[in-house]
Every structure is written in structure tokens, then in C-alpha cells.
């Protein structure tokens, strides 16, 4: 008797928690609930030729689509904001014209509840080109969330 084949596990977001690590190391400000935009496109170029029809004088216009460009988007990562200051001084040091040595090799992995690593992937060239606080009110109970927007080369899906 064969074994039930076994389904691969759906990643899904509420039992979830993302994990950066910026070229290797993971600081303790580095857990996230929330990646928008995490997308990568090849967008389509149309060539058209003019070739003749059969041996006759006719002609006919023939188009052709093949892959153009890789282009990555930005990610934005939100979470609660924590007393660390590692990715504010991160978003500094690239405002301040430091962006050549800024840029890094970021792991973004997906844990689930029993902290298992289930999906990695890999941002090249990665730096932060914005960052936000949620509006602050004083009669608020909401938790202050902390939002980092990170451009990157390329992304690749290790795991």
C-alpha cells in the first residue's frame, strides 16, 4: 500500500512572522507582521516586421513579443516600533551619502508558529528609501507602528 501523498503547507498569514537579516545579522528590531509590495515584473516588448506574403508582391505585418527587463519593486515592512534605533540609523547613514556601503544583502524569511524557517528570500543591493511613523495621538491605545520602505535590486527565493 503507497503512503497518501503529502500536500506542501499554505503559508498563511495570520500564523506568520517575517525575520530580516541584513547581511547576515539579525537584530533584535528586525521581526515584522506586514511586507507590501514585494513583487518582481518582466514586462512584455512587441517587435513588428513587414514580411512578404507567399512569392507574391504582398505583405504582411508579423508581431512578436518577447521578455523585456527584470524590474523589482520596493517592499515595505511595517511593525511596533521598539526602543532599537538599528533601522533609523540604517536610513540615516544613507541620507547622510554613506549609500555605497549602505547597500546590503537582506534575507527575509517566513517562521511559523514554531519558529521554523519555511520560506527565505534574498534582496540584493537593498537600502532604505523611506521612513514613517503612524500618526501619534495621545488618547490613542493603538501600539506606535514603525514603517521602513526598501528598494532592492533583485530578489530570489532561496527556500
Known sequence: ???PKQLPEILTASRFYLSLSLDGTASADCYFLECRGFQQTQAPIEICEVTKVGGGSGQQIV???LPGNVKSGNIT???GMTSSLDLWKWFKSIQAGQ???QRKLISLSIYNQA???MARFE???AWPSSYK???VNAR???IEIEELEVAFEQFERKK
Open 123 to 125: 534582496l540584493t543591493n
Open 1 to 3: 500500500m503507497t503512503e
Open 77 to 79: 515592512l511595517r511593525h
Open 140 to 142: 490613542s491605545t493603538e
Open 99 to 101: 549609500w555605497g556601503k
Open 115 to 117: 519558529s521554523q524557517e
Open 63 to 65: 508581431s512578436t513579443k
Open 133 to 135: 511613523l503612524t500618526d
